[in-house]
């Protein structure tokens, strides 16, 4: 009995670690929009001003696909300009997580690394 629980107690928790690994799941353009307006400080932009900063975010992230380092600067150098911006680090993660689920989805899995 102690070794069945201790099996599935395993099984579980690398259930649930590699769960944490994978980046946000992928949303449609009504979900984006409505994550992204519904941050504080994203909220004055129009929707189509939101779609290019995404997409903006996602093709810079894409011409470091294959580079983990590179993926990490990229990210860390949009959200230095969003909170010079005057956005918070809050609604910054926030947004680049619902920027990649929408625009480049599978590239989250690589910025979670």
């Not at 994978?22 to 929009?33: D, K, L, R, V, Y």
């Not at 810079?60 to 959200?79: F, H, I, P, Q, T």
């Amino acid at each position: 009995m102690k070794h069945r629980f201790a099996v599935a107690a395993t099984i579980l928790a690398v259930a649930l670690l590699s769960g944490c690994a994978q980046g946000p799941a992928p949303i449609n353009n009504g979900e984006f929009s409505a994550r992204a307006q519904s941050l504080k400080s994203y909220s004055t932009l129009s929707t189509g001003r939101l779609i290019e900063f995404a997409q903006d975010y996602c093709s810079r992230l894409d011409k470091e696909r294959d580079n983990a380092s590179g993926l990490r600067k990229v990210a860390e150098d949009y959200k230095q300009s969003s909170l010079s911006d005057g956005r918070t680090a809050e609604d910054v993660d926030s947004f680049m997580d619902t920027a990649t689920a929408r625009y480049c989805p599978d590239l989250g899995e690589a910025l979670t690394k």
